[in-house]
Antibody
Framework: EVQLVQSGAEVKKPGESLMISCKGSGYSFTSYWIGWVRQMPGKGLEWMGIIFPRDSDTRYSPSFLGQVTLSVDKSISTAYLEWSSLRASDTAIYFCARYPSGYTTAWNDAFDIWGQGTMVIVSS | DIQMTQSPSSLSASVGDRVTITCRAT??????LAWFQQKPGKAPKSLIYAASSLQSGVPSKFSGSGSGTDFTLTISSLQPEDFATYYCQQSYSFPPTFGPGTRLEI
């Protein structure tokens, strides 16, 4: 079964760092782009960026460029979303999702598989 | 960024009904349009890509149509499990953007 399994909920203080994960299984992890989507409390979906596990090529939405960092460890089929200094406004659920494509224009496609989401709460 | 709008923002329907949700882009996006279903507390589920192609495993009661700026998602014979929020997303122009969602409720 193709699936993405995300790490558990986090509660952090403003200014702290955080890395959440998304582990792929059931398919060739290095062959498909992985994207991240934010959902703030009670709000809609926001596309953050994508990463290609084979070479760590990344594309960031301008809204998130410089705010987060995407990375992968292909040896364990895991993608990461990282913050160096959290803010209260980072409180949200974060989803990873897969593009069924290995092309550099994969973002032209549509996500096919989603992780279950990771809730991040940032509060003093 | 291309802005996506959806109408209605919420919709009341009954089991067995057929409903249509509309999504509109602020510029021509060809057929680079996807639809997602999200139930409360759950991850989105991919339904349709390229405006009208069903994702694997999605029942044929879901159908999508449209091209250019105007798109529709139609759900036939509503069942209790179909009551959810539906989002459209354009992937024609970077960055991809989602519509605000349509909440389908009983």
């Amino acid at each position: 079964e193709v699936q993405l399994v995300q790490s558990g909920a986090e509660v952090k203080k403003p200014g702290e760092s955080l890395m959440i994960s998304c582990k792929g299984s059931g398919y060739s992890f290095t062959s498909y782009w992985i994207g991240w989507v934010r959902q703030m409390p009670g709000k809609g979906l926001e596309w953050m960026g994508i990463i290609f596990p084979r070479d760590s090529d990344t594309r960031y939405s301008p809204s998130f460029l410089g705010q987060v960092t995407l990375s992968v460890d292909k040896s364990i089929s895991t993608a990461y979303l990282e913050w160096s200094s959290l803010r209260a406004s980072d409180t949200a659920i974060y989803f990873c999702a897969r593009y069924p494509s290995g092309y550099t224009t994969a973002w032209n496609d549509a996500f096919d598989i989603w992780g279950q989401g990771t809730m991040v709460i940032v509060s003093s | 960024d291309i802005q996506m709008t959806q109408s209605p923002s919420s919709l009341s329907a009954s089991v067995g009904d057929r409903v249509t949700i509309t999504c509109r882009a602020t510029q021509d996006i060809s057929n680079y349009l996807a639809w997602f279903q999200q139930k409360p507390g759950k991850a989105p589920k991919s339904l349709i890509y390229a405006a009208s192609s069903l994702q694997s495993g999605v029942p044929s009661k879901f159908s999508g149509s449209g091209s250019g700026t105007d798109f529709t998602l139609t759900i036939s014979s509503l069942q209790p499990e179909d009551f959810a929020t539906y989002y459209c997303q354009q992937s024609y122009s970077f960055p991809p953007t989602f519509g605000p969602g349509t909440r389908l409720e009983i």
